[in-house]
């Protein structure tokens, strides 16, 4: 069964940098065959697809992130990252990972909690 582990998350003030990973356990031919995204979920709204990376290694990103934060992937280590920067606390969620178009991994990993301060 494969899982999905977020680390890389925690406080950071408005301006900061963090840089999330999230480790997917299984098959590297399945992981290098998918297409990948990190997605957050801030209090009390639907969880958001802010990044993607496709096989191709094409990226494409939601317009509130896009120019502040990069996905990128390393399928020798069935591993996606997220770097951060110019963080604003409205950035502020848990962040999880799972395919793109369509999260096809369930239940959704732990996430890692970001928390941007003003």
């Known amino acids: 069964q494969v899982q999905l582990v977020e680390s890389g998350g925690g406080l950071v003030q408005a301006g900061g940098s963090l840089r999330l990973a999230c480790v997917m356990s299984?098959?590297?031919?399945?992981?290098?065959?998918?297409?990948w995204g990190w997605y957050r979920q801030a209090p009390g709204k639907q969880r958001e697809l802010v990044a993607e990376?496709?096989?191709?290694?094409?990226?494409d990103y939601a317009d509130p992130v896009k120019g502040r934060f990069t996905i990128a992937r390393d399928n020798t280590k069935n591993t996606v990252y997220l770097q951060m920067n110019s963080l604003k606390p409205e950035d502020t969620a848990v962040y999880y990972c799972?395919?793109?178009?369509?999260?096809?991994?369930?239940?959704w990993g732990q996430g890692t909690q970001v928390t941007v301060s003003s």
């Open positions: 799972n395919t793109f178009p369509s999260p096809l991994f369930g239940p």
């Open positions: 990376i496709r096989s191709t290694g094409r990226t």
């Open positions: 299984g098959s590297r031919t399945t992981f290098i065959s998918m297409d």
